[in-house]
């Protein structure tokens, strides 16, 4: 085993999950999306190795509302998230870095 030798500052959870079926899940209302835009983000902002964006399976909040996220140090949780959400999240990975 080895330490890890690139810590992020922030890391961003995305859920991608697929069930594969009608039932809700996180990969029908954009996840995947969501995930793309954000890793463009943090290239763009310059943030690589500082912030992470990972994809996940699922939270625990499954709807066809919106997607789920969740955002560390800050255990921030973003719950049936929709586009216009993403300016806001974008600004809170933004925040004390
Ligand atoms: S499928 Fe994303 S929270 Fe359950």
Redesign the pocket.
């Known amino acids: 085993m080895e330490s890890a030798t690139i810590i992020p500052q922030k890391h961003i959870f995305v859920?991608c999950?697929d069930?594969g079926t009608e039932k809700?899940?996180?990969?029908n209302v954009q996840?995947m999306e969501f995930f793309r835009e954000l890793k463009q983000f943090v290239a763009e902002q310059g943030l690589i190795g500082k912030v992470f964006v990972t994809k996940t399976g699922?939270?625990?909040?499954?709807s066809d509302e919106g997607?789920?996220l969740v955002l560390y140090p800050e255990n921030k949780w973003y719950i049936h998230v929709k586009p216009e959400d993403l300016k806001k999240i974008k600004e809170d990975i933004l925040k004390g870095l």
């Open positions: 859920c999950n069930r809700a899940c996180c990969m996840g699922c939270l625990g909040y499954c997607s789920n």
